[in-house]
């Protein structure tokens, strides 16, 4: 027979809830604790964990049979407490180790820049600088397969969704939106921004693996009619 929580445990970390009978979400309404705990999670290597799926404010914990679960739950809630000790828990620049940085490369030519550029009170020029001059971190994939929510470290290119979505977008697209920014890999319905296009193929099944971006790449934005403003 499995060992059965003790209520004591399930109630120790409110952010701590179970999903279903093989996996526990986190909870932690801030993308910079997301990533650290999704990154500091993969370095452990919990014993029975099968998965980590982190989102824009979650972290879903899958694991390999209900019988992980009492010893999960109790590291998940030394981690979480090592995290909030830190100093700067809330960082969302702080890196992922791995010192790999995607290269994309873009024509901005994307039809709403000008809007993106009046509603950030920025030129075109400095938009393309800013979109360019920082190192994306990809928080989390969803809507499609390959498409990586890239958050940066200062979100100075935070601008809303397009009030009407368009009903195809190209794959390539390079678009911002809510503080993101992400490359369409495929030709889907979208409302995001469009601020330039790339040729490089971000998903491809022909391809191991077949996403360039995964939680925690790094990804770097090249003018392609100049240079990157990253350092």
């Known amino acids: 027979m499995e060992q059965r929580v003790p209520q004591r445990s399930v109630e120790g970390d409110r952010r701590i809830r179970a999903a279903g009978d093989r996996a526990l979400l ?20 919990i014993a029975g964990v099968q998965d980590v799926l982190p989102a824009a404010e979650t972290v879903l914990v899958t694991l ?21 000790d830190e100093p700067g828990s809330g960082d969302v620049s702080r890196g992922t180790g791995s010192g790999d940085v995607l290269e994309v490369p873009v024509r901005y030519d994307g039809e709403d820049l000008p809007e993106v550029a009046r509603l ?4 075109v020029a ?40 368009r009903t195809a977008i190209p794959p390539g697209s390079v678009a911002l939106a809510g503080g993101y920014s992400a490359v369409y890999p495929r030709g889907t319905p979208g409302g995001w921004q469009l601020i330039g296009s790339t040729d490089l193929r971000m998903w491809a099944v022909d391809r191991d693996p077949p996403a360039l971006v995964r939680a925690g790449t790094e990804v770097r934005f090249v003018d392609s009619a100049g240079r990157s403003g990253a350092q």
């Open 64 to 84: 390999h049979a209900t019988r992980y679960l009492p010893q999960v739950r109790r590291e998940l809630r030394a981690l979480l407490e090592r995290l909030d």
């Open 26 to 45: 986190i909870t932690l309404d801030d993308p910079g604790p997301v990533q650290r705990l999704a990154a500091a999670l993969r370095d452990y290597a």
């Open 120 to 123: 950030l009170g920025m030129t």
């Open 126 to 165: 400095e938009v393309v600088a800013a979109h360019t001059g920082t190192v994306w971190r990809c928080a989390f994939v969803g809507f499609a397969p390959g498409f990586g929510y890239l958050t940066s470290p200062d979100g100075r290119l935070t601008v809303p969704r397009r009030d009407r979505a």
